[in-house]
């Protein structure tokens, strides 16, 4: 697709592998600079393994660049969640190149694609504080369907480190995941979250895959049992590199027949006492708006908010006009 100045937008090729990561790196930086984040979770920040090295990710397909002679304008991706028929989509401009149609048409065909995939929707999360961004959204055709919240407690406070060290009842046994368990936290992840909102079901290969991008082991993940069979869990994120050392809460929960006995309050506060013996002084977590009892357990732990993040959607089924445009392609 030819654009105006001599502008290409055009499809990913092995050769653009080192502008896209270029561009992908502004855009995480933008992101992240939203979110208040001044060390960012390897989550947000690692184009290349987010990428590139996930199995779900064809970057030949799945990647739309924009470019002209020796400068590089933009890029918009997705990445598929077939079991939710969404795709979730990144896209990023320059500056310079900002306000000039571009990103309506980068847009356009990303959900051309997607469509073509059989995928029903196609979201972007962000930042609250990217009004550009949710502006460009809501002009486009989306609309947001979800608020996740961004929560963070300061450790070093002495008097709630006092309150985090419970006993267990007698039932219940605390300890961590094994190596090699994959299929345990699989098994458990699936059975907790099924049914929530924006949770795309894993398999032991996407465990590894997190594992990795989080340069995380699997023997971190904290699990609750009764007697013998496995209630709940806490991964944690660790953040070693930071000063000072930080973690964010990737993972928790309860299953659901378990939950209201105020068991999940004592795998929480057991969470957070061996983040402070480890010596995280802070930690963050992100959580649905709607999960009242979830936002309570947090806040009362002393958790209080750094920033929202919205999740925008537009249903491509539902487009008339943009289906036929891009069936008649």
């Known amino acids: 697709m030819k654009l105006k100045k001599g502008i290409l937008l055009r499809q ?9 990561l270029k561009l992908a790196n502004q855009y995480f930086k933008q992101e992240n600079h939203l979110r208040g984040e001044d060390i960012p979770s390897l989550l947000w920040s690692n184009p290349e393994q987010q990428f590139f090295q996930n199995s779900s990710f064809n970057p030949f397909t799945d990647i739309f660049l924009v470019d002209g002679p020796g400068n590089d304008i933009g890029f918009a991706c997705y990445l598929t969640e077939h079991y939710l028929q969404r795709a979730i989509g990144y896209l ?15 847009l356009q065909e990303l959900e051309r694609e997607v ?13 609250e504080r990217n009004k550009a961004g949710q502006f460009f959204l809501a002009e ?6 979800r608020r996740f919240l961004e929560l963070t407690l300061d450790l070093t406070d002495n008097q709630k480190a006092k309150r985090l060290v419970q ?51 699997l023997e971190e993940v904290l699990v ?35 939950r209201r006995r105020g068991w999940g309050k004592i795998l929480f506060e057991a969470g957070l006492n061996v983040l402070r013996q480890r010596g995280v002084l802070r930690v963050d ?36 006009g943009f289906l036929l445009s891009w069936k008649n392609n």
């Open 285 to 320: 977590l992100v959580v649905d708006e709607t999960n009242r009892p979830a936002v309570k357990l947090y806040q009362r732990q002393g958790f209080v908010l750094k920033t929202k993040l919205n999740w925008w959607e537009k249903d491509l089924e539902s487009s008339p």
């Open 167 to 217: 006993p267990l009842p007698d039932n219940l046994g605390l300890t961590h995941f094994k190596p090699g368990d994959e299929a345990g936290l699989v098994a458990l992840q699936n059975k907790v979250f099924l049914g929530s909102w924006g949770f795309n079901p894993n398999n032991e290969a996407e465990i590894k895959y997190y594992l990795n991008l989080m340069k995380a082991r």
């Open 115 to 127: 469509a073509r995939k059989g995928l029903k929707y196609l979201h972007f999360c962000l930042p």
């Open 224 to 258: 609750l049992y009764n007697g013998s069979q496995p209630i709940g869990y806490l991964w944690p994120h660790y953040l070693w590199t930071a000063q000072p050392v930080r973690a964010r809460i990737h993972m928790f929960g309860l299953l659901r027949e378990w």
């Open 140 to 145: 486009n055709g989306y609309h947001p369907v």
């Open 92 to 106: 990023f401009l320059h500056p310079s190149w900002r306000h000039q149609g571009i990103g309506r048409l980068l």
């Open 12 to 20: 990913f090729q092995e050769r653009d592998k080192a502008a896209f």
